[in-house]
């Protein structure tokens, strides 16, 4: 099972990016989904969050400005990011919690991190 995030990229400040993120391989349920971000020297912080019938859960710092969402049918989350600061710059990393068609329970599968760089 592996997670595959892409969209990441340089935007100036105001402006909006759309990551994606694919989960492939042996699945055989995902729970949920979500994104993480880590900027340097920072600690990494949940962004948001998405279970399997839509609700979303958001970290209260973001104003409303990201919307998470996601495909079940493709094994894809999105994060709409819209009115970008400077200090959304960061690595943002998916992650899902999932079984595989083993009906073993992964709770933290993490993808490799695309960069989003926000510039002033």
């Known amino acids: 099972v592996q997670l595959q995030a892409s969209g990441g990229g340089l935007v100036q400040a105001g402006g909006s990016l759309r990551l994606s993120c694919v989960a492939s391989?042996?699945?055989?349920?995902?729970?949920?989904m979500g994104w993480y971000r880590q900027a340097p020297g920072k600690e990494r912080e949940l962004v948001a969050s998405i279970d399997n019938s839509g609700r979303a859960d958001y970290a209260d710092s973001l104003e409303g400005r990201f919307t998470i969402s996601r495909d079940n049918a493709k094994n894809t989350v999105y994060l709409q990011m819209s009115s970008l600061k400077p200090e959304d710059t960061a690595v943002y990393y998916c992650?899902?919690?999932?079984?595989?068609?083993?009906?073993?329970?992964?709770?933290?599968?993490w993808g490799q991190g695309t960069q989003v760089t926000v510039s002033s």
């Open positions: 391989g042996s699945i055989f349920v995902i729970n949920s």
């Open positions: 992650v899902a919690d999932l079984y595989t068609v083993s009906r073993v329970r992964a709770p933290y599968v």
